[in-house]
T-cell receptor, first 113, second 113 residues
Framework: NAGVTQTPKFQVLKTGQSMTLQCAQD?????MSWYRQDPGMGLRLIHY???????DQGEVPNGYNVSRSTTEDFPLRLLSAAPSQTSVYFC????????????FGSGTRLTVV | GQQVMQIPQYQHVQEGEDFTTYCNSS?????IQWYKQRPGGHPVFLIQ?????EVKKQKRLTFQFGEAKKNSSLHITATQTTDVGTYFC?????????????FGQGTILTVHP
């Protein structure tokens, strides 16, 4: 099993550009989430989904869109990149009922110049 | 909204010394999870606590969940250089079980040989 796969691993964008961070899991997990990690601020939830067709906002959703058309995929779209979106982005997934926590992808390091 | 606070933010220890990180939530949690992130890596699930007053051990790591289910701690006995990393606690927001997981800011542990 591949687990949670994130692409790309690194990306540099210019201010105003848009892009999509890809996330796919092959574990049939119902729950998927996107987090951003900035120094000293831990992991902050951007958007999450409890199943295909269902998404909701987390703590810091502004400037990001998500969709969940399938159980496996949960892409994160940056609509118009800003330097404040420079961060490391993690996708994570989990079963709805489990004691095994979230499985994280290896992350995407995004720089907006 | 729910807040999860962790202290200390940084901890430097000599190899062989003990280490403890504390986690406090502004709301009662249905469960609390602990994760470890090695430098340059992604968070990895360590354990979940569910019951009031629960104590679980994993080799040199001891996890506790407070009686009021609003605080938790992770204690490492006789630290080793392999323990280096950031330790996060996380709890579900808004009474959900897993869908919306809020992380603390993390404690960065440095172990000097």
């Amino acid at each position: 099993n591949a687990g949670v796969t994130q692409t790309p691993k690194f990306q540099v964008l210019k201010t105003g550009q848009s892009m999509t961070l890809q996330c796919a899991q092959d574990m049939n997990h119902e729950y998927m989430s996107w987090y951003r990690q900035d120094p000293g601020m831990g992991l902050r939830l951007i958007h999450y989904s409890v199943g295909a067709g269902i998404t909701d906002q987390g703590e810091v959703p502004n400037g990001y869109n998500v969709s969940r058309s399938t159980t496996e995929d949960f892409p994160l779209r940056l609509l118009s990149a800003a330097p404040s979106q420079t961060s490391v982005y993690f996708c994570a997934s989990s079963y709805r009922i489990t004691g095994n926590g979230y499985t994280f992808g290896s992350g995407t390091r995004l720089t907006v110049v | 909204g729910q807040q999860v606070m962790q202290i200390p933010q940084y901890q430097h220890v000599q190899e062989g010394e003990d280490f403890t990180t504390y986690c406090n939530s502004s709301t009662t949690l249905s469960n609390i999870q602990w994760y470890k992130q090695r430098p340059g890596g992604h968070p990895v699930f360590l354990i979940q606590l569910v019951k009031s007053g629960e104590v679980k051990k994993q080799k040199r790591l001891t996890f506790q969940f407070g009686e009021a289910k609003k605080n938790s701690s992770l204690h490492i006995t006789a630290t080793q250089t392999t323990d280096v990393g950031t330790y996060f606690c996380a709890g579900p927001a808004g009474g959900t079980s897993y869908g919306k997981l809020t992380f603390g800011q993390g404690t960065i542990l440095t172990v000097h040989p």
